[in-house]
T-cell receptor, first 110, second 117 residues
Framework: DAKTTQPTSMDCAEGRAANLPCNHSTISGNEYVYWYRQIHSQGPQYIIHGLKNNETNEMASLIITEDRKSSTLILPHATLRDTAVYYCIVSNNAGNMLTFGGGTRLMVKP | GAVVSQHPSWVICKSGTSVKIECRSLDFQATTMFWYRQFPKQSLMLMATSNEGSKATYEQGVEKDKFLINHASLTLSTLTVTSAHPEDSSFYIC?????????????FGPGTRLTVT
């Protein structure tokens, strides 16, 4: 699976949009981009995934660049409960396993 | 969404004893479950892939005789840490995929915190 690069940490003001970037320049054509988050001392929670089109669900939006070498997870109105480590993962899905990198520690501040 | 449970949520054991951790998919069937380990302030590291009815596949550096995995049914996988030592103290997390649902989501359990004294 392709490797991803994310900033170690980010801050965001409560109520504002949180934009979390991810670089995956070696992504293959059949690999999806997944986002998970892990709140302290809990198991990871699925957020969203995409192949090449932008995606939106009740939790977030995923913007994937046209060349697919990077993506951005957008939390439109961050709350204090969104404070967590966010993981961007690239996987071909067929292999099933997910390889977690360091993730971005998002701190939402009042 | 689908729910994966783990039991126990935390356990303290003495060095040299064995500990069994259960991972259950509550409302779906999972042919494959995954076991991860997470040390403080670190990311999740895949330990092994558990396949129902067959032997588990272990990642490089993970001792298969120390971390025994059994996946006897489509809803249950167990991880037994044998002869536990303090360095085995960690957060153990399992995950599973729903056979019948979306093939893209992997559901994670809440984790089991193991402390070996």
């Amino acid at each position: 699976d392709a490797k991803t690069t994310q900033p170690t940490s980010m801050d965001c003001a409560e109520g504002r949009a949180a934009n979390l970037p991810c670089n995956h320049s070696t992504i293959s054509g059949n690999e999806y981009v997944y986002w998970y988050r892990q709140i302290h001392s809990q198991g990871p929670q699925y957020i969203i995934h995409g192949l090449k089109n932008n995606e939106t669900n009740e939790m977030a939006s995923l913007i994937i660049t046209e060349d697919r070498k990077s993506s951005t997870l957008i939390l439109p109105h961050a709350t204090l409960r969104d404070t967590a480590v966010y993981y961007c993962i690239v996987s071909n899905n067929a292999g099933n396993m997910l390889t977690f990198g360091g993730g971005t520690r998002l701190m939402v501040k009042p | 969404g689908a729910v994966v449970s783990q039991h126990p949520s935390w356990v303290i054991c003495k060095s040299g004893t064995s500990v069994k951790i259960e991972c259950r998919s509550l409302d779906f069937q999972a042919t494959t479950m995954f076991w991860y380990r997470q040390f403080p302030k670190q990311s999740l590291m895949l330990m092994a892939t558990s396949n129902e009815g067959s032997k588990a596949t272990y990642e490089q550096g993970v001792e298969k005789d120390k971390f025994l995995i059994n996946h006897a049914s489509l809803t249950l996988s167990t991880l037994t840490v044998t002869s536990a030592h303090p360095e085995d103290s960690s957060f153990y997390i399992c995950s599973a995929r729903d056979l019948a649902g979306s093939s893209y989501e992997q559901y994670f359990g809440p984790g089991t915190r193991l402390t070996v004294t």
